[in-house]
């Protein structure tokens, strides 16, 4: 059996989804050569609409695939005020959002404030009552209460 008919697997991880493409080293290949379209065949039977950018070396990923929301916050704007505007938009009344998602929607608006600050701010909307905190089985959640 030469080397190119001998069995070769390739997994791909989309989100917390996984795939395997087998066949020998050249049809797995082949089937790579067309990654774009066997991603958009793989998003769409997961029934996802888009996919998170592959993460950096060192980055946190999130488990989300949805498009962060686009707001213009003003650089001087609190970080509560930030949080509070990010959590006022379609996507954040549409499900709670955890903290790794808040900072990744604050890092897109090029909103930048560290972690624990936001925790910190988190804590405090949630004793205001301006938030709500869920405990679901990723961690902590936040949602805007409604007024």
């Known amino acids: 059996m030469s080397s190119s008919d001998r069995p070769f697997t390739v997994r791909i991880r989309i989100g917390t989804n ?3 493409v087998s066949g020998t080293h050249e049809e797995v290949m082949r089937t790579l050569g067309n990654v774009s379209e066997l991603i958009s065949k ?10 998170p950018p592959p993460a950096q070396e060192g980055e946190e990923t999130t488990e989300t695939s949805e498009e962060f929301p686009s707001v213009a916050i003003d650089p001087a704007t609190s970080c509560p005020d930030a949080i ?10 549409r499900k709670p959002r955890t903290l790794g998602e808040l ?3 604050m890092k897109v608006n090029a909103v930048h404030y560290p972690e624990g600050t936001v925790k910190g701010r988190l804590t405090d909307l949630t004793k205001r009552g301006v938030l709500r905190r869920v405990n679901s089985g990723r961690g902590y959640e936040y949602i805007l209460v409604k007024s």
């Open 42 to 51: 793989v998003t769409l039977a997961f029934g996802k609409t888009t996919i």
């Open 18 to 20: 996984e795939i395997e």
């Open 103 to 105: 900072l990744a929607a």
């Open 84 to 93: 509070v505007q990010l959590l006022s938009t379609d996507w954040g009344r």
